[in-house]
């Protein structure tokens, strides 16, 4: 889809809950692949700079109430509006690491358990508009290690009932093609060596031509 020579760059997402290590680990594998001479980026959603993020960070951290599907629409906008500068960096070379994406969305929004917003509405709001990840990293720990590592924070999200509902979420998409399930209570060294090695696999793939399908195909 329009790589160049030197092929284009892999679409990796990192996902779970609350302080299972999703920004220490994507961060850690775009240093360790810029070694290995891959060209990478790190990316995350939501993405707070935009004027769409604004409107998220203020309901994120309750200045703001919002309806359900409102609030979903928007994370969801605020990945589309980065659309085409993702697509230009994936098709260029460059391997986009994020830490957060679509599979946020379908999980926060479908622990809300909100009457007409369930998965398939949230695969329709961008299923064929997006790219889909050539992997999906599912940092998996229990929910109860956030206190461990600081506790949860005190933005909207951040409370051990409502992230319970999001973990099971989370634990029926990790079912989805792509999805590879990580057991995020090893020592962070110890992680990133496992997704190190995958990772570099995938990035091998997408230089050889792998196509970039479209999210939820
Ligand atoms: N949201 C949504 O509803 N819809 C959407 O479409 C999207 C998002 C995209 C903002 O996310 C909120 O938006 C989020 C989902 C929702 N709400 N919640 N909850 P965010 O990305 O801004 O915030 P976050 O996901 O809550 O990030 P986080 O709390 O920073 O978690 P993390 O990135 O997974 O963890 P970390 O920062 O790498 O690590 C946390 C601490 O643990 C830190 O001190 C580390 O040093 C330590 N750590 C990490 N790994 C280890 C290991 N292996 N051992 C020991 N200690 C460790």
């Known amino acids: 889809a329009g790589a160049g020579n030197e092929g284009r760059g892999a679409f990796i997402v990192f996902e779970g809950c609350d302080r299972s290590g999703k920004t220490t680990q994507s961060k850690k594998l775009v240093a360790a692949l810029r070694e290995k001479g891959v060209d990478a980026e790190w990316w995350r959603f939501p993405d707070r700079t935009t004027g769409v ?7 994120l951290a309750g200045k703001q109430d919002t309806e359900d599907d409102v609030i979903h629409l928007l994370f969801a906008a605020n990945r589309l509006e980065k659309k085409q500068e993702l697509m230009s960096k994936l098709e260029g ?3 986009v690491v994020l830490d957060r994406y679509a599979q946020s969305g379908a999980a926060f929004t479908m622990a809300k358990a909100t009457p007409g917003l369930d998965l398939a509405w949230c695969m329709g709001v961008e299923g064929s508009r997006l790219p889909a990840p ?5 940092l998996k720990a229990p929910v109860e290690m956030a206190a461990e590592r600081g506790g949860f924070g005190d933005e909207r999200y951040e409370v051990l009932e409502f992230q319970r509902k999001v973990a099971d979420c989370y634990m029926n998409l990790s079912k989805m093609e792509g999805w590879r399930e990580l057991d995020a209570t090893q020592t962070i060294d110890a992680l990133h060596l496992e997704i190190c090695k995958d990772a570099m696999k995938v990035v091998e793939a997408c230089k050889a ?9």
Do not use: K, N
């Not at 993020?53 to 309901?59: A, E, K, M, Q, V």
């Not at 050539?134 to 599912?138: M, R, S």
């Not at 031509?209 to 195909?217: E, F, Q, S, T, Y």
């Open 53 to 59: 993020g604004r409107l998220i960070d203020s309901y």
């Open 209 to 217: 031509g792998r196509p970039i399908d479209l999210l939820w195909a």
């Open 93 to 95: 070379g460059t391997t």
């Open 134 to 138: 050539d992997v999906v990293y599912f």
